[in-house]
């Protein structure tokens, strides 16, 4: 009985002092123990993830396997990760002159198709930090913010979640209120390489906000290696695409520009 009473003694002191210093826990303890692990079990210490496949594709999320929808998705992967390898470029940033353009969708099937190639290590952020949407597309949710690891707060570990065995995605929970604050800041370029240092991913995808809407994306480029640009058939103008090409070529390589929504038909080919 004495020992029961001095065990549960200690087991509310210890949990006491976990509350009055969470962050000291959180980011002293783990990291602590990650830094002793090899990569396999960096990246086996994320928390896994699992979408329904019928929830992928009401999003449009087609590249989990091999398959006809897949194909476009699969062919540009291919050509991404050819050209990403000949310059040596691991960052790839995604991003388009207005929203709603097909940026995040081209994101997550990116991932989920890079996913695929078993000897290949992804990462996907979401930094698309006022209109964040990547959870909402595989209906996740991490624990903490993308912001809370960018300022060092929340251990990368704890907050990205793993898909398969071989992508990690950090998404954001909330819109942030000051979001160029985060995407300019040197702490957010440190965080990056630091991660890049310790999970070696072969290819690093950052979801960003549209280019002539705002600073976000103009603040953020500096930390990609290259950025394809996506405009939509139906909707964005040659002259918002010139545009934004010239705005994205004074930070980062242009890599490609992808058509989405392109249709075989007259009245698509007009409105491009
Ligand atoms: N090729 C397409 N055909 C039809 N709908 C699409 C296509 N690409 C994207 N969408 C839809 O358009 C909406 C906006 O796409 P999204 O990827 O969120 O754009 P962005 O990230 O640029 O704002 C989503 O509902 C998405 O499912
Ligand atoms: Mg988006």
Not at 56 to 68: C, P
Not at 82 to 109: D, E, F, H, V, Y
Not at 215 to 229: H, Y
């Amino acid at each position: 009985m004495e020992k029961l009473q001095a065990a549960l003694d200690k087991a509310r002191k210890s949990r006491s002092a976990r509350h009055s210093s969470p962050e000291i826990d959180r980011v002293a303890s783990k990291p602590a123990k990650m830094k002793t692990a090899g990569l396999d079990e960096r990246w086996l210490a994320l928390t896994p993830f699992e979408v329904q496949d019928k929830i992928l594709i009401q999003h449009r999320i087609v590249t989990r396997s091999a398959r006809k929808a897949a194909t476009p998705f699969d062919i540009l992967r291919t050509k991404t990760l050819l050209q990403m390898r000949q310059n040596g470029w691991k960052r790839l940033a995604i991003t388009s002159p207005m929203p709603s353009s097909g940026k995040t969708t081209l994101a997550c099937n990116l991932a989920l198709g890079l996913g695929r190639q078993r000897d290949l290590r992804s990462m996907l952020f979401d930094f698309d930090l006022r209109d964040p949407s990547v959870h909402e597309f595989f209906e996740a949710r991490p624990p903490y913010a993308i912001s809370d690891v960018m300022n060092g707060s929340v251990a990368f570990h704890e907050q990205a979640l793993r898909f398969g065995d071989n992508v990690a995605v950090s998404m954001a929970h909330h819109a942030e209120p000051d979001p160029t604050r985060i995407l300019l800041a040197e702490e957010t370029t440190e965080k990056l390489d630091s991660l890049q240092a310790d999970y070696e991913p072969d290819v690093m995808i950052f979801d960003l906000p549209s280019v002539l809407v705002n600073d976000d994306s103009r603040a953020f480029l500096k930390n990609a290696d290259c950025a394809l640009i996506v405009v939509r058939a139906d909707a964005t103008r040659y002259g918002q695409f010139e545009t934004c090409q010239r705005e994205v070529a004074e930070h980062t390589n242009v890599l490609g520009v992808v058509l989405n929504a392109f249709r075989h038909d007259k009245r698509a080919v007009e409105t491009a």
